[in-house]
Structure formats: structure tokens, C-alpha cells
């Protein structure tokens, strides 16, 4: 299995201190060595990192501990293979253009082997169900909208299909167009979200603490997502399984289930 | 405008001296200072590294220069802005897929607002030219062909695409799908291929040299592209205005021109 870490925002932050701990998870303290990408939205535009070693030693993974990139929208993965080789081609999160927007996928689960028939708009390059099931949801969207509808038309198809491809197996994916972001729980996937009045927080997989009081202003507002929560200090509420929550501008924009 | 490199290999090569030369020019030894970005082809997977700095002073660049990672297919550029803000969304290389493989595109020159109409099939994120151009050939490669043909095909049509938008002004670019390189000069190319024996070679942008002897086997045969030779005691091979050359395994396979 693997780990998801999300974030999502209405002022551009940088995901140092929470990469920090979810990297440790990558080969220190847990197993998930299989691997590791993050993409980071900046206005339309979008880079990822990726790597496949492991994030808890890999040298581009440091870079991103240490760099700060402000963004809106984050999407983040370590890898434990299950299905599909240790290769990059595997390696989440995957990217796809869709009305002229860059959407980002990230998945934890098993879906075994799903491989429904696809019509050639989006095709897995990989060979992981993940990818697939990304595909499957871009070609739905695709197919029922020429140009990009209203946000809740989208989340109102995303969770269908997410609905659909969760019954073959566990389901929890992240996914954003720079503007929303759902997080569909499966099994496991937690939130919280840090505003005003800004507290310290202190880091579950490493003896690291900071003051967000120090580094915010009272507007600001973001919303974290974890498979498991971060931080030992903090209230994480828990995403129920079969639940859809859409983050936007740091809060949660639609609730499905 | 821009400068362009590339590398077409027969066995996976890091581009570390290649491309320490190549960011001295984003902000050093010349102008390119508008943001860059290079697209590493791994097995079927891609990743890419880019910034909005320039690359001399940008901290992933510096990551890039230091960090041997091997592969068979590269793309750089280094970005002097002249159409579309310096944003990430306009930073080249750019990515889409077709037929489940990642192809990469960068661009050279100056298309002056060339804005076909497009299907939907591919859309530009960004404001460049440059990024329509990319769009507008996988969109005739996808119309033509529902699944991959022959690499001479797709080479055919290609060419055929690179002349008729090199008719809107200058279009010197690099493409690849991780087997195949295509670089088309419209202005300003030159190319090398290094293969046994390997020699020293002293870069022009700053004062180091590598022995390729030592770091290569005797079957090893790497091709550079770029807007300008990167080495004084080489001999670059210009590519004329209106050529197409499709590089495969570190040596010219198909001609145009």
C-alpha cells in the first residue's frame, strides 16, 4: 500500500514542514520505499518531483524538504508496490491535460488489476490499476463535458465514478486541477484544517515543531490531508470511508456520502 | 528567444556537463533568463525538473547539474521570453501523452500568436505559441493514427507539420517520445555524436572539462543537440535551416531535408 499527503489552500504555501514527516514514511519510519512523487500547482502551471528511491534518502526529496514552493494545491505520494513494478512510469502522482487544465492523481489502494476499456483519449503509460482508474475518470469527464462545466457538475461525476471504481477494491485517491481538490476516502484518509488563531504544530515522524503563528497571517487558511495524521498535537477528523470532501480555498466546498 | 538541448543515446547517459554549460547561459553567459526547464526520459516513464528562475541561479537547476541521472532521452531550454508571461505554465519542455507513451516538446523561436483551431484532443495550459504548436502536432499524429504506426510515419508526419507551422516563422524544436528524438532547425541547431574513441571535451561557458574515456565503454555513442555548440575543441555538425533530423540510439536515423 502506499500514502497520500494533500494540501490545499486559499494563499500559496509551502508544504515543507508536513513533506518533512510524510517523507520519513518513505524507508525510515515506515515502509514505503518504493518510490515517491509531489506535484505542486503554480497558478495554471504544474511541476512534479519525483523519484524512485526512496523519499526518506532520496536527494530530490531533500531538495523539496528544504525548498520552499508556495502553492494552492499539493498532491503527494510514497509508494509501496502492489501492483506494478518499481519503475517511474509507476510512480504517482500522474498528470493529464483536460480543457486545457493540468490534473493531478494521486491513489492508495488496490484495485486489482482494473483495466476497463478505455477509447483512446487518455491511456495509461505505466502499469499500474492507479493510472488506469485516473484515465477512466479524466475520459468520463471528457466524454460528458466538451468545455469544463461548473465545479459541482465535476465533483458530481468524480464522486460517481469514484463510486464505481471503489467497488472493484480500496479507493482512496487525492485529485486537483490547481483549483479543487477531492480526497475520496476508501479505508484510511484524514483532515485537518489550520487557521486563525495559528497554533504550533509538532511533527508524529521526526522531533520538529513550528510555530504557524510566526509564519501566517489571520487570513490565511489550509486544509492538510493524510492516510494518517501528521502531526500528534493537532485535531485530524477523520474522512469516512465512501466519502468525497472537495477542498477549496482551504475549507471543504462539497461533502459527498 | 530561447536555446535548446538535447541528448539522444544507445545507452542510458547523465547530461551532468552538458547541462552545466547549458545553465550557465539562463542568466551567466547569456540572456535566457525567463525560467527553464529539462524532461528525462527513464524507461517509458518522464520526469521533468523546471523553475521560473534562471537557470545559472536556480536551486533545482543546481540539483539538475549535480545529479547523474541516465537516460536515453533529454530535452532542455532555457527561456528568454518573447511570447506569454515567465510563468511555469509557459515553461518549456511541456508533456502530453499519445498512445500511452509521454511526449516532450520544446521550442525555439517565434511563431508570432499562431493559434489554430484546435479539436480538444490537446489544449494548451499556457499563453505560448509554442505549447499550440506542440499541441496542434500531437492532434494531427492522433487524428492519423489510432494507434502507434511505424516510426518512420510518424517522422513523415512530423516533418510534414514542422514545415507547414515553420511557415508562420522560426521553429526550431526538439520532440521526443523516449525512443525517437526529432530535432528541427528552422534557424539555429547544431548537433555532435560522441562515440568511440571518446576524447576529452572543454566546455565554452565555463572553464571544465570531462575525459569521455573514462567515463564510457567502447559501444557507448551519445548525440547532443543545441541552439549553439556547448564545447570549443569539438566539431559540431550544423543542422540546416528547413532540416528535420530524427535521432535514435545516438545516431541520425531518418533525414528531412
Request: hydrophobic share 35%; charged share 25%.
Amino acid at each position: 500500500m502506499c500514502q497520500l499527503l494533500g494540501m490545499n489552500c486559499n494563499v500559496p504555501t509551502d508544504i515543507c514542514f508536513s513533506f518533512e514527516g510524510f517523507a520519513r514514511r518513505g524507508g525510515d519510519t515506515d515502509e514505503h520505499s518504493d518510490g515517491w512523487g509531489i506535484a505542486f500547482f503554480e497558478g495554471k502551471g504544474c511541476r512534479t518531483f519525483m523519484d524512485v528511491q526512496p523519499s526518506a534518502e532520496s536527494v530530490v526529496s531533500e531538495l523539496v524538504r528544504h525548498y520552499p514552493i508556495r502553492s494552492m494545491n499539493v498532491i503527494a505520494h510514497i509508494r509501496k508496490a502492489s501492483v506494478g513494478e518499481v519503475k517511474l512510469e509507476n510512480t504517482h502522482p500522474f498528470v493529464r491535460e483536460l480543457w486545457g487544465e493540468y490534473w493531478v492523481f494521486a491513489h492508495n489502494g488496490d484495485l486489482f488489476g482494473y483495466d476497463p476499456p478505455l477509447n483512446g483519449r487518455y491511456r495509461a503509460v505505466g502499469t499500474t490499476d492507479s493510472e488506469r482508474a485516473f484515465c477512466t475518470i479524466l475520459q468520463r469527464l471528457s466524454d460528458a463535458f466538451d468545455e469544463r462545466p461548473t465545479m459541482q457538475a465535476i465533483c458530481n461525476l468524480v464522486h460517481e465514478q469514484a463510486q464505481r471504481i471503489g467497488e472493484e477494491g480500496s479507493f482512496n485517491f487525492l485529485l486537483s486541477n490547481g483549483d479543487i481538490l477531492v480526497a475520496r476516502c476508501s479505508t484510511d484518509l484524514y483532515y485537518l484544517v489550520r487557521q486563525h488563531p495559528f497554533d504550533k504544530a509538532q511533527l508524529k515522524d521526526l522531533d520538529v515543531t513550528v510555530d504557524f503563528n510566526q509564519v501566517t497571517t489571520p487570513n490565511d487558511r489550509v486544509a492538510v490531508i493524510a492516510t494518517e495524521p501528521l502531526t500528534r498535537n493537532e485535531r485530524w477528523t477523520r474522512i469516512e470511508p465512501g466519502q468525497c470532501l472537495v477542498f477549496r480555498n482551504g475549507t471543504v466546498a462539497y461533502r459527498y456520502g
